[in-house]
């Protein structure tokens, strides 16, 4: 049928239009956490190091206050735009449309089998409205979820 076929191509459109958006906005954020996290262990180990008295290096107290700066930018950073929990929310997002996307598909090939075209065309309709329904709450749960995290570091 090709109102079947048009309905497939809406959901496909849509699906990877969202799909594409989380596959691509998954590794910066992971790279972002990892990169913030070792910075700031490499920061934090580098300060008792420089500061052993028997060290010879000039202006020994300018590093140290540059390196404990440092930890404070990577740390604001890492606290503002929490990159691990954006990267737990898109890869989530990414993982639960793609499950929807198989669901909705094996539904689409159970009302083709169908005999009654009307019925048939009835549940492609109920299948695909529960997709786009389903696939909306999890980007909006995601976009929630995003701004949540988003927050200024305690001033205490």
């Not at 989380?22 to 972002?32: E, I, K, Q, W």
């Not at 420089?50 to 740390?75: N, R």
């Not at 709450?137 to 988003?150: P, R």
């Amino acid at each position: 049928m090709e109102i079947l076929d048009e309905i497939e191509q809406l959901i496909i459109s849509e699906m990877n239009v969202a799909h594409s958006f989380y596959a691509t906005h998954v590794a910066g954020p992971r790279l972002s956490f990892r990169i913030l996290g070792t910075s700031t262990l490499f920061l934090s180990v580098a300060i008792p190091f420089i500061s052993q008295s028997e060290l010879p290096l000039e202006h020994k107290s300018l590093w140290i206050t540059g390196l404990s700066l440092g930890i404070t930018v990577v740390t604001g950073i890492s606290t503002f735009f929490k990159p691990d929990e954006t990267w737990k929310l898109n890869m989530g997002a990414k993982l639960n449309l793609e499950s929807l996307f198989a669901i909705w598909k094996l539904e689409c090939l159970e009302t083709r089998s169908l005999p009654d075209t009307s019925e048939s065309l009835k549940k492609h309709f109920e299948a695909s409205r529960r997709f786009l329904r389903s696939a909306q709450a999890i980007t909006a749960a995601n976009t929630e979820g995003f701004f949540t995290n988003v927050s200024f570091p305690d001033a205490k």
